[in-house]
């Protein structure tokens, strides 16, 4: 009798790259590789996942097959290496345990939104974790703010504290479990504990008081969005104007009361990554009229943390949920540094002893082009690196100086930290070289240059000069193109569009409203051929002028219409509270006689302030009271009008513009169509340095591309024309982007 001939047997080694740590990979390797009677092993490494498997060639395929077809949601694979080697004679498939020794560049997962799972457990009174603040598992729960190294292990997380009880010890060595290896798992018995509690801090917030409470990435201010007066006191406090607040709703159907919400963007919502959603609000509703003044939007997200959870069960209604700080200072994240620098703000604190490692802002996405635009890549984003196709050298990138980031470039990924901010104090530029600290500690990362602004006076750019290390200087236009060309792979030539507020030009002018031709993503200049810009004008005071855009608007009439006719050619004081109008008539006084001889009068060619002018002139704002808050006012005012009409801006000379707006405004003609006129001018301006460009592929950054309204409207108009068209997907059009641009074009 014959005996069938056993298989050959092969053995196979794969080497994952990417957010490949904390997901509940390894469970999921030895999960499939034993239900195909496969031997082996897995371990995490610092630069990613590590799998041995050994056994027959067809069962093998079918693990191959099984792993990129069923991996786990959160992860993200930038790289893969197969190898076949000899076959060892593994006896059974195993988990070994972490191997650090290898080169750091595995993705640290962000902070993950609480799953199903651990929410119906969370609502259950049966489940020994009913109502714990704390629950989680392989698919949710913090990751980046509480890991102190690399690989992601508990003893590497300050979930190290905190000694797991026999149950949650059965959890987390039990490869079948979801539990298995969730670094921080706990429960009521082991796991960390509030210092107060939820029904205490629900009174609060009906009683109108200000609540900090300890949240994921650091503390946040909470009080009752139907509240006007509470939120008065929140601005008041907190020294905030008028920026808009951010929501939490305490559930999707409530917040379908409050806002129109797409498919789209209820997908954006209940992501892992939970960001604040920019979203159209419905009129006639509760919300206190000051959460948002005169922003078109609300900022909307849900709970994302069992604490919320909780917490908006009991609320059940809409609450602001603001970063725990003053404005422009950094987080609070511990709590005696809350107890005191919040001191004056808040009337009640909600802590835990659960420690964090780095303050991470919320997140904020607005739906572009069908899909998320990040304005704010913090929670949920960061620190995701960014593939790239080049290989890098040893690089630390360090931003610019608003909506601060910093990146480090480690091979062909660059990591970039989460949101830092503006550094206008010093507590901000503390918080900025912590971040560095922490993100080159972290990987173990030793620079070996550093790249930043060519703006002098950036905090960023001063503190690389005073690094001791050689300085890359970039170009702040050419490293918004640069980045948006590296997260999307654009190879070959370009047109880089990069419009925004203020960015130092080569000249040593302001630059705003830049056209380059990109031969490839290099540092070299002769690479970035500036062919074409918004024609020049004066910003009066300078930095004032950011502030108060009727300064631009002025500086615009003064060069139509000349000194004799521009002090009547408009009627300045609209919308402007009386009590201020005189204030604001001898202001302008004083600006027309700077104009007129040319005293402290910076030149400029940002698209950004002549939105601020256009704003200005139709009566819509006369100030930035917050960063893009006139231009966010004209895009608003189109509302849902519909026009291919466009005021003329031949080559970027916005002379015949401005004299059609003043046209029109002396017609009395409404500010919707205005406002569409001028976007409309902007998408033909567009279109024409496109065509004569000759390339075919159009990359959109900086700034002034977080409007939708001129995105979604000039990438439809370029695409009809078989142009292809690279917008942000995993970086900010605004300054949180340029990092990685910065970094890409460090190499020689």
């Given at each position: 009798m014959m005996v069938a001939a056993q298989p050959a047997l092969q053995r196979l080694r794969i080497t994952l790259r990417g957010a490949v740590q904390g997901v509940g990979f390894r469970p999921f390797v030895y999960r499939i590789a034993t239900e195909l009677s496969l031997t082996g092993w897995v371990l995490n490494s610092s630069a990613g996942l590590v799998v041995e498997v050994e056994g027959p060639s067809e069962a093998l395929g079918r693990f191959e097959q099984r792993l990129?077809?069923?991996?786990?949601?959160?992860?993200?694979?930038?790289e893969r290496e197969s190898s076949w080697l000899a076959v060892e004679g593994f006896t059974r498939f195993e988990i070994l345990a972490s191997d650090s020794d290898s080169g750091k560049s595995v993705n640290v997962l962000p902070d993950l939104a609480t799953c199903t799972d651990c929410r119906e457990e969370l609502f259950d009174p049966e489940n020994r974790r009913f109502e714990y603040p704390f629950t989680n598992c392989t698919n949710c729960g913090p990751r980046y703010t509480i890991v102190t190294d690399i690989p992601y292990d508990r003893p590497n997380t300050t979930m190290r504290e905190f000694v797991l009880c026999p149950d949650c010890r059965e959890e987390y060595e039990n490869p079948s479990d979801r539990r298995f290896h969730a670094q921080p798992n706990a429960c009521?018995?082991?796991?960390?504990?509030?210092?107060?509690?939820?029904?205490?801090?629900?009174?609060?917030?009906?009683?109108?008081?200000?609540?900090?409470?300890?949240?994921?990435?650091?503390?946040?201010?909470?009080?009752d969005a139907r509240n006007p007066d509470a939120v008065r006191r929140l601005r008041e406090r907190k020294h905030r104007e008028e920026k808009p607040f951010a929501l939490m709703m305490p559930s999707l159907e409530v917040a379908r009361k409050y806002c129109e919400i797409s498919p789209a963007e209820v997908q954006l919502l209940e992501s892992q990554a939970a960001p604040i959603v920019l979203l159209q609000p419905k009129p006639g509703t509760d919300i206190a009229p000051n959460v948002a003044h005169c922003s078109p939007y609300l900022g909307v997200m849900l709970p994302y943390s069992p604490l919320h959870h909780l917490l908006m069960q009991e609320?059940?209604?809409?609450?602001?949920?603001?970063?725990?700080?003053r404005s422009d200072e950094p987080i609070a994240i511990a709590n005696e540094e809350a107890a005191i620098r919040l001191k004056d703000i808040a009337d009640h604190f909600l802590m835990h002893n659960r420690p964090i490692v780095r303050a991470c802002d919320d997140s904020v996405v607005r739906l572009t082009r069908g899909r998320a635009g990040i304005l704010r890549r913090a929670r949920g984003y960061a620190p995701l690196g960014i593939h790239v196709r080049q290989s890098l050298p040893p690089v630390l990138a360090v931003g610019g100086h608003l909506k601060n980031t910093v990146a480090i470039g480690v091979g062909q990924d660059v990591f970039l930290s989460q949101h830092i901010g503006d550094l206008e104090t010093l507590e901000a530029r503390g918080a900025f070289e912590k971040?560095?600290?922490?993100?080159?500690?972290?990987?173990?990362?030793?620079?070996?240059?550093?790249?930043c602004d060519l703006h002098p006076d950036y905090a960023s750019t001063q503190w690389a000069e005073k690094s001791g290390l050689p300085v890359i200087r970039v170009q702040h236009h050419q490293a918004h193109v640069a980045a948006c060309a590296a997260e999307n792979d654009v190879q070959g030539a370009y047109l880089g569009i990069s419009w925004d507020g203020t960015g130092y030009g080569l000249d040593g002018a302001i630059w705003g409203g830049e056209f380059f031709r990109v031969e490839n993503q290099r540092a070299e200049a002769k690479q970035f051929e500036r062919i074409a810009h918004l024609r020049p004008f004066g910003l009066p005071g300078g930095d004032a002028a950011v502030r108060e855009g009727w300064r631009s608007a002025e500086s615009l009439l003064f060069e139509v219409f000349g000194e004799a006719e521009c002090g009547d050619s408009r009627p300045r004081l609209s919308g402007e509270r009386s009590s201020l109008a005189g204030q604001l008539q001898l202001s302008m006084s004083k600006v027309r006689h700077m104009l007129e001889r040319k005293i402290n009068v910076v030149p400029t060619t940002s698209v950004g302030r002549l939105f601020d002018a256009v704003a200005s002139l139709t009566g819509l704002a006369q100030q930035n009271r917050f960063e893009g808050q006139a231009a966010m006012l004209l895009e608003n005012e189109i509302g849902r009008l519909q026009t291919e009409e466009a005021y003329p801006l031949p080559g970027g000379d916005w002379g015949p513009l401005i004299l059609a707006v003043m046209a029109d405004k002396r017609a009395e003609v409404s500010a919707s169509l205005i406002a569409a006129r001028f976007h409309n001018a902007l998408v033909e301006w567009i279109l024409e340095v496109a065509a004569h460009s000759g390339l075919k592929q159009i990359v959109l950054s900086g700034g002034v591309f977080q409007n939708r309204y001129l995105t979604e409207r000039a990438a439809a108009a370029l695409e009809s024309r078989g142009f292809q068209v690279h917008t942000h997907r995993q970086v900010p059009p605004n300054d949180g982007g340029i990092a990685l641009g910065q970094a890409v074009m460090s190499q020689p």
């Open positions: 990129e077809r069923e991996r786990p949601k959160a992860a993200v694979i930038t009521p018995v082991c796991g960390p504990q509030l210092d107060g509690t939820i029904e205490d801090a629900v009174e609060a917030l009906v009683q109108g008081e200000i609540v900090a409470l300890k949240g994921v990435g650091g503390f946040q201010l909470l009080v609320c059940r209604f809409p609450l602001i949920a603001t970063s725990g700080n971040a560095i600290e922490d993100l080159c500690r972290l990987y173990s990362f030793k620079p070996e240059l550093v790249a």
